[in-house]
T-cell receptor, first 114, second 111 residues
């Protein structure tokens, strides 16, 4: 079972470059999320989506954009990468509804910006 | 979501039980207590959740205080594979808000 798949797994960028991180889930989940995790810290929510064509800001949205054109995919874009965006990025998905529905996470994308 | 407080780190011997505490003194009546863990170089994974009664599943047990201001995640026999960061998270019964992660407790398991 694939679950939540993140592409790429590693990437090194130069300051000012742009890139897109792809998250794909095969569980037909409505809700999808992008988090970032800095060393020694918990995960912080960047953006999330409650359905195809919808997006919303999380705790740390500045410098990022997202799109949910297809239900199974959630894209995270960095238009002009900055060293402060060096982090591990995690995508997650879940079914809507009651709290018992867990969030399923990918294994992360490790992004370094020089 | 209400805030939780966990110890930064804990240590356990292999094959012994582990009790991971979590304080949530401002919990509301509609908040569920969720636990996730994050193994090294992996994304978080769901462990267990509960509201008032103690809960058991194949991974762990969750003991909830009668006043619900604290809870304890219990691993009955720690293995080396249980070494991870454990997050205690409160979530509204509707479940429609994203999970909010603190720093969690880093559990080390000694062989």
């Amino acid at each position: 079972n694939a679950g939540v798949t993140q592409t790429p797994k590693f990437r090194v960028l130069k300051t000012g470059q742009s890139m897109t991180l792809l998250c794909a889930q095969d569980m037909n989940h409505e809700y999808m999320y992008w988090y970032r995790q800095d060393p020694g810290m918990g995960l912080r929510l960047i953006h999330y989506s409650v359905g195809e064509g919808t997006t919303a800001k999380g705790e740390v949205p500045d410098g990022y954009n997202v799109s949910r054109l297809k239900k199974q995919n959630f894209l995270l874009g960095l238009e002009s990468a900055a060293p402060s965006q060096t982090s591990v990025y995690f995508c997650a998905s879940r079914e809507p509804g009651q709290t018992r529905q867990p969030q399923h996470f990918g294994d992360g994308t490790r992004l370094s910006i020089l | 979501d209400a805030k939780t407080t966990q110890p930064n780190s804990m240590e356990s011997n292999e094959e012994e039980p582990v009790h991971l505490p979590c304080n949530h003194s401002t919990i509301s009546g509609t908040d569920y207590i969720h636990w996730y863990r994050q193994l090294p170089s992996q994304g978080p994974e769901y462990v267990i959740h509960g509201l008032t009664s103690n809960v058991n599943n194949r991974m762990a047990s969750l003991a909830i205080a009668e006043d619900r201001k604290s809870s304890t995640l219990i691993l009955h026999r720690a293995t080396l594979r249980d070494a991870a960061v454990y997050y205690c998270i409160l979530r509204d019964y509707s479940g429609n808000t994203p999970l909010v992660f603190g720093k969690g407790t880093r559990l080390s398991v000694i062989a």
